[in-house]
T-cell receptor, first 119, second 113 residues
Framework: GAVVSQHPSRVICKSGTSVKIECRSL??????MFWYRQFPKQSLMLMAT?????????EQGVEKDKFLINHASLTLSTLTVTSAHPEDSSFYIC???????????????FGPGTRLTVT | SQQGEEDPQALSIQEGENATMNCSYK?????LQWYRQNSGRGLVHLIL?????REKHSGRLRVTLDTSKKSSSLLITASRAADTASYFC?????????????FGSGTRLSIRP
């Protein structure tokens, strides 16, 4: 089946620094990728929708200048948390949808997540 | 996009018993997917059922869909300790998987040994 990877799986950074998280579709082309954030014991909250070659669409309440999303190719989207603060500590998960006909199905595939800790 | 609401929020059963969780949604859909999330991990796709299907099986999983009631159920038979996880449904209105998924709270399933 289709595989989505994320890198890094865990990252610890100091307050005020920026962190980049990568999301890759390994064996299919993803025209659309989604970024979610999950706090402990809570559900996944959609942050933004990322389309290849265009600007991301952010959900209400998500600061676009703080969470920079770049979807430069059909297999890679990146999320950069700028000037991170302790309250940004969370589990970040991406998902990718396949261009119809490439993966043979219309499921969304999720990455394993990245745990960010800001000290 | 639309959000599915899972019920119950939490379910604890004895190993070997069957677990049933339900999902309700509000508008018409093209398909509905079920996902599992183990603690601290990403989501695993379990099964997709299309709007013209009423029931689908995959191993110990059985999913039903009632579009007239806008509801779906996930049955896990002969539960195992490894089934302990949170389960989410994802109703998708569009014909493309690019429809965003808004997750509900999920059902937290605990299997007692």
């Amino acid at each position: 089946g289709a595989v989505v990877s994320q890198h890094p799986s865990r990252v610890i950074c100091k307050s005020g620094t920026s962190v980049k998280i990568e999301c890759r579709s390994l064996d299919f082309q993803a025209t659309t990728m989604f970024w979610y954030r999950q706090f402990p014991k809570q559900s996944l909250m959609l942050m933004a929708t990322s389309n290849e070659g265009s600007k991301a669409t952010y959900e209400q309440g998500v600061e676009k200048d703080k969470f920079l999303i770049n979807h430069a190719s059909l297999t890679l989207s990146t999320l950069t948390v700028t000037s991170a603060h302790p309250e940004d500590s969370s589990f970040y998960i991406c998902s990718a949808s396949a261009r119809l006909g490439t993966s043979g199905s219309d499921e969304q595939y999720f990455g394993p997540g990245t745990r960010l800790t800001v000290t | 996009s639309q959000q599915g609401e899972e019920d119950p929020q939490a379910l604890s059963i004895q190993e070997g018993e069957n677990a049933t969780m339900n999902c309700s949604y509000k508008t018409s859909i093209n398909n509905l997917q079920w996902y599992r999330q183990n603690s601290g991990r990403g989501l695993v796709h379990l099964i997709l059922i299309r709007s013209n299907e009423r029931e689908k099986h995959s191993g110990r999983l059985r999913v039903t869909l009632d579009t007239s009631k806008k509801s779906s159920s996930l049955l896990i038979t002969a539960s195992r300790a490894a089934d302990t996880a949170s389960y989410f449904c994802a109703p998708q209105p569009g014909y493309s998987s690019a429809s965003k998924i808004i997750f509900g709270s999920g059902t937290r399933l605990s299997i007692r040994p």
